[in-house]
T-cell receptor, first 111, second 110 residues
């Protein structure tokens, strides 16, 4: 069965802390994505990666960075968390042109 | 600009009361249109991919159809367990990006 695993389901962090969200997929997919989901705004793309060490900005990259050192792993980094980054973060992977497979999500609260 | 609009935002049905959800899209060259189901607090779960106008896909009580401007998700004789948010997304040709609508929240009452 295909699987995308996100490291933490729930996190609570303080303003200014560095936050790492990790995502691992076991399907050998080239493409991996980080979205955030907020009520009324839907899913918004933060970053995506189409190959190891390759990344492209999505629609809302400000305040975020990513790392993809291995094909199966895609990390999202918040260098200095702020309260407006409180959200549900969703990782996904896909083959080119194929459907997205999502993880269970990481709900981040920044106090 | 590529765009996806879903309607209605929310829908309440009685068990057994069939209905349809709409996904209207504008995209410069459609590579694929995708339907997902999302339960509260969880990640979206893939349902269907449609690639060309006239295409239809079915799974249990769900049937997805596609025209050049919109897609419908038909729910026949829904059950309470069909309650969820249904998301539509499109991918334009020549891009890695998927554009999502804001979803339809479906509640099926027993």
């Amino acid at each position: 069965d295909v699987k995308v695993t996100q490291s933490s389901r729930y996190l609570v962090k303080r303003t200014g802390e560095k936050v790492f969200l990790e995502c691992v997929q076991d399907m050998d997919h080239e493409n991996m994505f980080w979205y955030r989901q907020d009520p009324g705004l839907g899913l918004r793309l933060i970053y995506f990666s189409y190959d190891v060490k390759m990344k492209e900005k999505g629609d809302i990259p400000e305040g975020y960075s990513v790392s993809r050192e291995k094909k199966e792993r895609f990390s999202l980094i918040l260098e200095s968390a702020s309260t407006n980054q409180t959200s549900m973060y969703l990782c996904a992977s896909s083959l080119l042109g194929g459907e997205l497979f999502f993880g269970e999500g990481s709900r981040l609260t920044v106090l | 600009e590529d765009q996806v609009t879903q309607s209605p935002e929310a829908l309440r049905l009685q068990e057994g009361e069939s209905s349809s959800l709409n996904c209207s899209y504008t995209v410069s060259g459609l590579r694929g249109l995708f339907w997902y189901r999302q339960d509260p607090g969880k990640g979206p779960e893939f349902l269907f991919t449609l690639y060309s106008a006239g295409e239809e896909k079915e799974k249990e009580r769900l049937k997805a159809t596609l025209t050049k401007k919109e897609s419908f998700l038909h729910i026949t004789a829904p059950k309470p367990e069909d309650s969820a948010t249904y998301l539509c997304a499109v991918q334009a040709a020549g891009t890695y990006k998927y554009i999502f609508g804001t979803g339809t929240r479906l509640k099926v009452l027993a």
